[in-house]
């Protein structure tokens, strides 16, 4: 491309300097009527403008502020000044737009600290902060490396429909999807809602997981991932869900559960090694305001470790694998529990583990993430391998410190009889998954996988705590605005 980008320029200037070049970017600091610091989004760093402001208009000068969008042009030189190599001594000028300096100053673009909250009722703006610059940028390169580890492992990248009829996880935590007018329902004889007249003659809606569709595809092309949105209902306001996040799918024919725990870590190892490879700039600024962070916190509770110590302690380590059933006899003997300091007691075998526990496990415990394995069937959705002691299932979670559950998944159940055997005591129509089960018939085979949620990961290798924070337009209960 013709036009450089300041990230571009500060990395390899040499053979520019004493040329003439021209930069675009947004204002963020006017000093003294003579430096600009510019930024055009490529990177944390800033470019500075050496304005000798006798040679423009009084006019022009004066319209230059916090915001406003240039096209400069000038000589390139390396810079005298501490905190940048080089500069340029600008020649020419042009504002490219408008900037309305007093409306601008209610916004999050005037250069003062705003809080998060305030940050978060201006999405639209805030991609103009280093703060979110840095995690956009940090977001692009997770979802990068994602892709790469996958094609270096020869796995292909699936598109899985978004509009579906099924339930996959059979949660019941769907979104319809209608072309109905909901103030004029048709109605069958029986007086219920008439889906044979809607759009797809049935009843549909938006997908909570792509694996079922997924599993068809590794049948046949065998080791597949699908990375798409995904949707889910679940009324939780809290700071780890979303109404719409990005999933990552991996689906794997001939895997077994210890197969599918080892391309978990080694992927998740994989993607944070490139982003500590890949964004060090923006990682250093995360890492010092992680740091500040700490600073304003009760000394219990600061996190031990900086950002990008914690990034790198992960990889050093291999995961503490540990099952359901060791996990549950810890968490009943912990001091926490007997002292009653779980807002939900852990009193016996076969109880789903709340965050408090995943947390306690990984943060309190191990200090290490954790895999937790061979849970109780119960507590799983139907799709899950049985184990022999016809108690549990080949199931997996992956916990992160921090976090809690960053990766959920399984090895699958690929024998027809018991699959529909599970599928009658959890209530799952088989005729409405006879697609599904077609794959249990014409050469199935032992296969596994599981979810990524792309938003979690960015939670924890960008050091933020609110997953609203790490999506660009987050989809909440009560929030859909922009
Ligand atoms: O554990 P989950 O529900 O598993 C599945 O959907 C499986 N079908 C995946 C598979 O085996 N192919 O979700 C997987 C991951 C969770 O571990 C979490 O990281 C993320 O998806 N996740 C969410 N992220 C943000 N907001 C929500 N509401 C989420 N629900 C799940
Ligand atoms: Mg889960």
Redesign the pocket.
């Given at each position: 491309m013709e036009k450089t980008t300041i990230k571009e320029l500060l990395g390899d200037y040499k053979k520019l300097i004493h040329h003439d070049i021209t930069v675009f970017g947004w204002v963020r600091a006017f000093r003294s009527n003579r430096f600009i610091a510019l930024n055009d989004g490529s990177t944390i760093n800033n470019l500075q403008i050496v304005v000798n402001f006798e040679e423009f208009s009084e006019d022009l000068i004066k319209n230059i502020n916090t915001a406003s969008s240039l096209k400069i042009t000038g000589e390139l030189v390396e810079s005298q000044g501490a905190g940048q190599s080089i500069e340029i001594l600008a020649k020419k000028i042009e504002i490219l737009g408008d900037n309305f300096f007093e409306e601008m100053q209610t916004t999050i673009l005037q250069p003062k600290k705003h809080s998060l909250e305030k940050l978060r009722e201006q999405a639209h703006l805030r991609f103009r902060t280093n703060l979110f610059g840095a995690i956009f940028r940090i977001r692009h390169s997770v979802s990068f490396a994602i892709h790469q580890y996958f094609n270096q492992n020869q796995f292909f990248y699936l598109n899985t429909p978004i509009i579906t009829g099924a339930d996959?996880?059979g949660a019941g935590e769907m979104f319809g999807v209608s072309n109905f007018d909901l103030n004029n329902l048709p109605k069958n004889e029986e007086g219920e809602v008439d889906f044979e007249q809607d759009f797809f003659g049935r009843k549909t809606n938006l997908t909570?997981?792509?694996?079922l569709e997924?599993e068809t595809a590794s049948m046949g092309l065998g080791r597949i991932y699908t990375f798409g949105p995904?949707f889910?209902a679940?009324n939780?306001n809290t700071t780890?869900?979303?109404?719409e996040?990005w999933?990552v799918?991996p689906?794997v024919a001939f895997n077994d559960l210890e197969d599918n725990i080892d391309l978990a870590e080694d992927f998740l190892k994989y993607v944070i090694q490139y982003v500590l490879d890949n964004c060090k700039d923006d990682l250093e600024f995360l890492d010092k305001r992680f740091s500040e962070e700490q600073k304003q916190k009760p000394e219990k509770d600061r996190a031990k470790e900086g950002l990008i110590e914690k990034l790198e302690n992960v990889i050093a380590k291999r995961f503490k694998r540990v099952s359901y059933t060791e996990a549950i006899e810890i968490l009943m003997n912990s001091k926490e529990n007997k002292k009653g300091k779980f807002q939900f007691p852990v009193e016996n075998w076969g109880t789903d583990l709340q965050s408090e526990h995943e947390r306690f496990l990984v943060e309190k415990h191990f200090e290490s993430p954790v895999v937790l394995f061979d849970y109780p069937k119960d507590i799983k959705?139907f799709y899950m391998r049985q184990n022999d002691d016809g108690k549990t299932v080949a199931a997996m979670?992956?916990l992160f410190p921090g976090i809690g559950?960053?990766?959920?998944?399984?090895q699958r159940e690929e024998r027809l009889n018991i699959l529909k055997a599970k599928m009658k005591e959890m209530h799952v129509d088989e005729k409405e998954l006879w697609w599904y089960l077609d794959t249990r018939k014409f050469g199935s085979v032992p296969h596994a996988?599981?979810?990524?949620?792309l938003?979690?990961l960015v939670l924890f290798v960008t050091g933020m705590t609110n997953?609203r924070d790490v999506i660009p337009f987050p989809r909440t209960p009560k929030n859909a605005e922009f």
């Open positions: 996959a996880e909570v997981s792509g694996q997924g995904t889910r679940e939780s780890r869900h979303l109404a996040f999933m799918e689906e959705a979670d992956v559950e960053i990766i959920g998944g399984s996988g599981f979810g990524l949620g938003e979690r997953i």
